[in-house]
Every structure is written in structure tokens, then in C-alpha cells.
């Protein structure tokens, strides 16, 4: 019996540590060796960043340990240039996820309404556009938003316009490609909470003189809370660090983080710079989610 224990202790710590070992080789370690280049000074060499660690000796890599600095996160902070591209990524992504959330909605609240055969077919739809590549649907909107692209072609036929309209390489330009791209990891958790919703609340609340519209706000909308929560963090996260739709869209005037993290990295090749930029941008996306896990510990 004491063997068999054992052997079930010894399988129960095995799939236990599955998960931090997947954490500690694919987050821990890569997350240390960006921090330990932060905290380098640049140089004109190969990697382009002093000091390497010597692993020739304990005081070999004393030393390299030694000569590690906060220069990097000194000169963030004395440069205006950082902050107001953490701002304005902050700004973009919390505006995006709104606006996101405000097209969603719906669009999963008429999913999990639909009848029950239709609605696998829906769900297909709003993964089909993953089935594409990223990069080829953030292309697409240059052609249709640029000054003689399709919307406007469309709105000068219609007279809705008498000039084309000025979209590409604007802030809403950027908006448009954050909330396309990041649509459905809005509609699906938002979906999956509405369809759990049990059916015979509308109907007691209806029973008791409540109208559609007071059931939707008073049982409906809170109940999909964490569905809006979930899909929130995971539309807010990545719109933060984005690159490629301020690039490709917002142009040379549109300000982010991820933008200014890319030309550190390739164009300057300041590793040491870049890889500060990188860590105080984990440090910021870390208080979202730590407030999510605190939301959802209390409804538990």
C-alpha cells in the first residue's frame, strides 16, 4: 500500500510540475535573460552589449556581475520619449478594448441566441479569419482605408463625402485594425458566459413584471461579467505591446510602446535600452492581470 501511494504521490507532482517547468524554460528563464541585458552597457561588438558573463570561474563571473548597472533604466526615465509611448499605448489599447467590447457584445449576444444547430457554425465564423494569415489581414485594411481605397471609393459614390477621407496612418486607422484583429478574443469568452446562462432567470424575472430590457441589465449583463473581464484582458494585453497595426496603419505619427521597443532592438541595436523597455512593459501588463486573478478569486 505504501508503494502504491508513493507511486501516486510521485505521478500527482509529476503533472503538478508539468506546468512550472513549461513556466520556468519558456517566461522565467527568457524573462532573466532580458533583464540581466537591461541592466548591461551597450557596445559596438557581437551580441552589442558588455558585460557577457564569464563562466570560466567564480571570480570571472563575480566580475560580470559586478559591472551590471541601471544605466538604461536611468536614461528612460530622464527621456520624455518613453513615457509618453507607454501613455499613448495605454491610451490606444484601453480605447481599442472599448470599442472592441462595444462591437462584441452583441455579436455574441446574438450568438448565444441563435438556435442551438446554427451556433457551432457561428462560433467557426468568428475563428475563420485566424485561418489567414496576421499579417495579410492587417494589408488588407491598407487597401481599404487608404485615400483611394475601397471606403472611400464607396462613400464618394454615395455622397456621403465630397473629398476622400484621411484614415491611413491616423490613430483610427489603428483602432479599426486593433478591434478586427482582436475581435474574437472578445466575442468567445463573452459568448462562452452567455451561453452557460440559464434561461428560466429571464423567465422568472419576466413573471415578476420585469421588462426585457430590466432583465438584460439586472440578470443578463452582470452574469456575463466574467466573460467581459476575461475578454478585456485579452484584447488590452497584446494592443499594448502591438506593432505590426501602428506600423503598417498609424504610420510614422501614431506613438507605442511596441513601435519604440522594435526600433531600439534593429535600428539602434541598444539591446540594453530595448530590453529595459520590455521589462517595464511586463511589469505594467502584470497589474492587470494580477487584478483579473483578485476579481476572479473573490467570485469563486
Do not use: H
Not at 92 to 121: F, Q
Not at 247 to 276: C, H, Y
Amino acid at each position: 500500500m505504501a508503494s502504491r501511494a508513493l507511486r501516486v504521490n510521485w505521478w500527482k507532482g509529476a503533472v503538478i510540475g508539468v506546468p512550472y517547468l513549461w513556466l520556468l524554460v519558456l517566461f522565467l528563464v527568457p524573462f532573466a535573460i532580458v533583464f540581466k541585458i537591461s541592466l548591461s552597457e551597450t557596445a559596438i561588438a557581437q551580441p552589442p552589449y558588455l558585460p557577457v558573463f564569464d563562466w570560466t570561474g567564480v571570480s570571472a563571473l563575480a566580475g560580470s556581475l559586478r559591472q551590471l548597472g541601471t544605466q538604461s533604466y536611468q536614461f528612460l526615465a530622464e527621456d520624455p520619449l518613453y513615457l509618453n509611448a507607454y501613455l499613448s499605448s495605454l491610451q490606444i489599447a484601453a480605447v481599442s478594448t472599448a470599442l472592441t467590447l462595444l462591437v462584441a457584445y452583441p455579436l455574441a449576444y446574438a450568438m448565444s441566441r441563435a438556435p442551438g444547430g446554427l451556433r457551432p457554425v457561428l462560433v467557426m465564423l468568428t475563428v475563420l479569419p485566424f485561418w489567414t494569415s496576421f499579417l495579410i489581414r492587417v494589408y488588407a485594411w491598407i487597401g481599404i482605408l487608404r485615400n483611394e481605397g475601397y471606403l472611400n471609393q464607396f462613400l464618394l459614390w454615395t455622397g456621403l463625402v465630397d473629398t476622400p477621407l484621411t484614415i491611413i496612418n491616423t490613430n483610427t486607422a489603428v483602432y479599426v485594425g486593433i478591434v478586427y484583429s482582436y475581435l474574437p478574443f472578445m466575442v468567445l469568452p463573452i459568448y462562452a458566459s452567455l451561453e452557460r446562462l440559464d434561461p428560466r432567470l429571464l423567465e422568472a424575472a419576466g413573471d415578476l413584471g420585469c421588462t426585457p430590457l430590466g432583465a438584460f441589465w439586472r440578470i443578463t449583463f452582470p452574469l456575463s461579467l466574467p466573460g467581459v473581464l476575461a475578454g478585456a484582458l485579452l484584447v488590452f494585453i497584446p494592443a499594448v505591446g502591438e506593432f505590426v497595426i501602428p506600423d503598417l496603419l498609424g504610420g510614422s505619427q501614431t506613438l507605442m510602446i511596441g513601435k519604440t521597443l522594435w526600433d531600439e532592438f534593429f535600428t539602434n541595436r541598444d539591446w540594453p535600452v530595448a530590453s529595459a523597455v520590455a521589462v517595464l512593459l511586463l511589469l505594467v501588463l502584470v497589474v492587470p492581470i494580477v487584478l483579473f486573478q483578485r476579481i476572479q478569486a473573490r467570485a469563486a
